[in-house]
């Protein structure tokens, strides 16, 4: 997540709250490998929107916090409570430590989410939150591509309903590519391939071939070799 810092405004500058004592506790783990997250920083910020004369929207920035988790990954965060009505507090994980992480919050209903909003911060009280922070994998796909006759050839790595890590694109040039596509470990994902028929119209129309099922190591070392003709499908 990033932000821009407007410094050179007064409103950067505004004065801290009276604050109420307050705790965000909790513990990170890798849910895929099955592995607590050690020396896991965890940064609360507040932020809110403050123009500086530049195209917007801008943001001020203000750590209220940080913490690392310990060898078991747990944690305890506290702070001084105190939002502004136009001020909203949010987390940052790992930055600028190298190493990352793809994170997410447990929410009320028991589910793992990219939400931040599932961090609902009760002034005064001892808050728990839950995160799942893994590093994805490496999927290396060997495409073989047939009459690649509306390219680009598509590829994702769908889990759960949703391409997490991006697509790759296969033109015509490319009858045969290699490639890697990130997703998550340890985990039944689906590989699927499409192209789109009159993609700059009104009317797209999307042509997809069967998909494959693939379960991915804890590791890098997962391979695919495939031969897709346009034809099919």
Sequence with gaps: MAFLSCDKNDDYDREELPGTPTSIVGNVKDYHRNINIDDFEIALIKIWSCPDGGIGPNYCIREVGKVLTDSDGNFDLEFEYNLRADETYRLLFNEDRGDYRYVEYLNANGEFTTDY?????????????????????????????????????????????????????????????????????????????????????????????????????????????????????
Aim: net charge negative; hydrophobic share 35%; proline share 6%.
């Design 117 to 233: 909003e599932a961090l609902n911060i009760i002034k005064g009280q001892e808050n728990s939150l839950t995160l799942n922070a893994f590093k994805p994998v490496k999927v290396s796909l060997n495409l073989t591509v047939l009459n690649n006759h509306t390219p680009p050839l598509v590829t994702g790595i769908k889990y759960n309903g949703n391409f997490e890590f991006g697509t790759n694109f296969t033109y015509t040039s490319e009858p045969f590519e290699k490639f890697e596509l990130m997703t998550r470990p340890n985990s039944e994902v689906e590989v699927h391939f499409w192209y789109i028929e009159n993609y700059t119209s009104n009317n797209p129309i999307f042509h997809f071939a069967p998909s494959l099922q693939y379960t991915t190591s804890a590791t890098d070392d997962n391979e695919i070799t495939i031969e897709i003709d346009c034809n099919d499908f």
